[in-house]
C-alpha cells in the first residue's frame, strides 16, 4: 500500500503549483461571488469603453510591433550594411527599459513645455499653442508609440532566430529563379517565420492588457485602468475581480491563438549541416535607409527615453543622494533578491519532483504553472490581497486570543505580499530556464549516481546544481530585474509608506517631479540592461 501514496517530492510540486495557480481561482470565486455585485452597472457604463480602448490598444500594438520587430530582423539577417553588427544586439535595448519610462520621457520631450515644442517656437517665432498646431501627447496613439517601441523586441528575437535557423540554399534558389528582395520576404521569410512571429506578437499582446503604468500616464483607460479605478476609487473587490476576469480571459484567447498558429504551422527546420543564410551586401542610399529603419526603433524605444532621464538626473545631481532613492533601492533588492531565491528554489523543486514522478505528471502540471506568468499583475494582485487579507485577520485574531498580544497584519502589512506575487508572476520564467537545465542533462548520469547509493536529494544536490549552476544564475538574474521593473502588483500590494524603485518612478513622475524620478528610473534601466545583455550572449550562442 505504501507504494499508493505519491512522495514527498511530488506532494511539494502539487503545493507548488497550488499556491501559483491559487490566485487565479481566488480571482474567478470573487468574480462569481462579489460581496456587492455591480457587473450590470459596470456593463451599463464603463466596461464597454474599458474593452474598447483596450482592443483598440491591442490592434495598434499588434500591427506596429508586427511589422517592426519582422522588418528588423529581416533586415539585420538577411542584408550587410554599415552599422549591422551593433544594431542587431542594440535592437534588444527596449527590453530593458520599462514602458512606463518611456512614456514620461516622450511626454517630457512633446509636450507644451518640453524641447521639441520650445524649439519650434523659438525657431519659427510662435508665441502659443495658438500659432501652430501639434498633436496631442496623452492620447491613445502616443500610447500605442511607447508600447510598440518597448515591446517590438519580442516580435524581433523570435523572428530572427526562426530566419536563421532556415536553409541558406533555399535563398539561393530563389534568386537564381528571379526572385527579388521583396519577393523573397512576401513568398518565403514571412511564410516561414509565421510562428515566430505570432508568439512574438501574444507576448507584446499579453503585455498591453496587462500594462498600467503606461496607460494611466497617457489618460488611456484600459481594463487594467479599471482594476485600479474600481478597487481603490469604488472600494468593491468583487468589480475589480469582474474586471480581472474578462482580462484574464483576453490573455487565455491570446494565448489559444498562439497554440492554434503554432499547431496548424507544418514547418520543419532544415537539416543541422545545412548552409547558414549569407547576407547581401548593401550599399548606397539602400545601406543607409536600412540602417535608419532598424536604428529609428531602437532611437525611439531607448535612445530618447534614456536621454531625457539623463538629462534630467544631472540636471540636479543632488537628488541621486536623496534618501527616498537609498530607501527604495534597498526596499527592491529585498523584495526583488528574495522573489528572486524562492522563484528559482521553487522551480527547482517543481521540475524535479515532476521528473521524478514521470512524464505523464510533467505533461499535466508544468503547462498550468505557465499561467501565472500570463496573468497581469493587477489581476494578481486581485487574488492575492482578498484571500490573505481575510486569512491574515484570523491569524491575527487567533493570537489576540490566546496570547492577548494583537501582533497586527503579519502578511498584508508586509512585504510578503509583493513577494508572493512576484513569485506567481515570474513562477513560468523560473521554470522554462530550469527545465530546459534539466533537459540538457543527459539521463545516464543520474543513473548512474543511483546505482552508486546516492539518493534523489544528494543526486540534485551534488549532480544537477553543479552542472545547472549557469542556468540558475541566469534564472536568478532574469526574474529579479523582471521583480524590479513589476508595477501594478507593487502598487496594489505593497504597505503604507513602502516604496521600490519602479513605485517611486511612478509616483514622482506622476507628480511631474521627473527631475526626481529619473535616477531611479535609470537604475531600473541598467538593471535590465544586465538581462538583456545575458540574453543577447545566448541568443548569440544559439
Known amino acids: 500500500m505504501a507504494g499508493l501514496w505519491p512522495n514527498g517530492w511530488t506532494l511539494a510540486s502539487v503545493v507548488i503549483v497550488a499556491v501559483v495557480v491559487g490566485p487565479m481561482l481566488s480571482v474567478l470565486w470573487l468574480a462569481l461571488n462579489p460581496t456587492e455585485n455591480i457587473w450590470p452597472h459596470l456593463m451599463a457604463t464603463v466596461m464597454p469603453r474599458y474593452l ?21 530582423a529581416w533586415l539585420v539577417t538577411m542584408y550587410r550594411f554599415a552599422g549591422r553588427r551593433w544594431l542587431v544586439h542594440a535592437l534588444l535595448f527596449p527590453l530593458a527599459l520599462p514602458a512606463y519610462v518611456g512614456a514620461y520621457a516622450l511626454v517630457d520631450f512633446l509636450d507644451y513645455a518640453g524641447p521639441l515644442q520650445t524649439s519650434l517656437r523659438a525657431t519659427f517665432g510662435w508665441q502659443d499653442s495658438r500659432d501652430y498646431w501639434f498633436p496631442e501627447t496623452r492620447s491613445t496613439w502616443a500610447a500605442i508609440l511607447v508600447l510598440s517601441a518597448a515591446l517590438y523586441p519580442y516580435v524581433y528575437l ?34 516561414l517565420a509565421r510562428p515566430a512571429i505570432a508568439a512574438g506578437v501574444a507576448l507584446a499582446l499579453m503585455e498591453t492588457v496587462a500594462d498600467y503604468g503606461t496607460v494611466a500616464h497617457f489618460g488611456v483607460q484600459t481594463l487594467t485602468t479599471g482594476v485600479f479605478s474600481t478597487w481603490l476609487n469604488g472600494s468593491n473587490a468583487g468589480g475589480a475581480a469582474q474586471i480581472a476576469g474578462v482580462i484574464m480571459m483576453l490573455i487565455l484567447v491570446l494565448v489559444s491563438m498562439e497554440r492554434i498558429s503554432r499547431r496548424n504551422a507544418r514547418f520543419h527546420r532544415p537539416a543541422r549541416h545545412s548552409r547558414p543564410i549569407e547576407p547581401q551586401t548593401l550599399t548606397g542610399w539602400r545601406a543607409a535607409l536600412a540602417f535608419g529603419l ?249
Not at 541558406?168 to 514571412?190: H, I, K, N, P, S
Not at 529585498?334 to 521528473?355: D, E, K, P, S
Not at 489576540?400 to 497586527?408: C, S, W
Not at 503579519?410 to 527545465?435: C, E, H, M, P
Request: proline share 5%.
Open 158 to 191: 523570435l523572428t530572427r532566430q526562426a530566419l536563421r535557423e532556415q536553409s541558406g540554399g533555399v535563398y539561393e534558389v530563389a534568386r537564381a529563379l528571379g526572385t527579388g528582395g521583396w519577393g523573397l520576404f512576401w513568398r518565403l521569410g514571412l511564410p
Open 52 to 72: 474598447t480602448t483596450t482592443l483598440v490598444m491591442m490592434a495598434g500594438v499588434g500591427l506596429v510591433t508586427a511589422a517592426v520587430g519582422t522588418g528588423a
Open 294 to 542: 532598424c536604428f529609428l526603433p531602437f532611437a525611439i524605444g531607448f535612445v530618447l527615453p534614456v536621454a531625457v532621464m539623463l538629462s534630467h538626473a544631472f540636471d540636479r545631481p543632488e537628488v541621486w543622494i536623496a534618501p527616498g532613492l537609498t530607501k527604495a533601492a534597498l526596499n527592491t533588492l529585498i523584495v526583488g533578491g528574495a522573489a528572486a531565491l524562492l522563484t528559482v528554489g521553487a522551480a527547482l523543486f517543481l521540475v524535479y519532483g515532476v521528473r521524478l514522478a514521470g512524464r505523464g505528471l510533467a505533461r499535466m502540471i508544468l503547462p498550468v504553472t505557465m499561467l501565472g506568468y500570463a496573468a497581469p499583475g493587477a489581476v494578481l494582485a486581485v487574488g492575492i490581497l482578498v484571500p490573505l487579507a481575510a486569512l491574515d485577520h484570523r491569524v491575527a485574531d487567533a493570537i489576540l486570543a490566546i496570547t492577548g498580544h494583537d501582533p497586527g497584519l503579519l502578511l498584508t502589512g508586509t512585504a510578503a505580499a509583493i513577494v508572493l506575487a512576484y513569485v506567481v508572476r515570474f513562477f513560468g520564467i523560473a521554470q522554462g530556464a530550469v527545465d530546459s537545465a534539466f533537459g540538457r542533462i543527459s539521463p545516464s548520469l543520474p543513473m548512474a549516481a543511483r546505482s552508486l547509493g546516492e539518493g534523489t536529494g544528494g543526486t540534485l544536490r551534488r549532480l544537477y546544481l553543479p552542472l545547472m549552476r549557469g542556468s540558475v544564475a541566469s534564472a536568478l538574474l532574469v526574474v529579479f530585474v523582471d521583480c524590479v521593473k513589476e508595477l501594478p502588483a507593487t502598487l496594489l500590494l505593497r504597505p503604507f509608506n513602502f516604496n521600490t524603485l519602479s513605485t517611486r518612478v511612478y509616483e514622482l513622475a506622476s507628480l511631474e517631479r521627473l527631475t526626481e524620478a529619473a535616477p531611479a528610473a535609470l537604475v531600473v534601466t541598467a538593471l535590465g540592461l544586465a538581462a538583456v545583455a545575458l540574453l543577447a550572449r545566448t541568443h548569440r550562442e544559439r
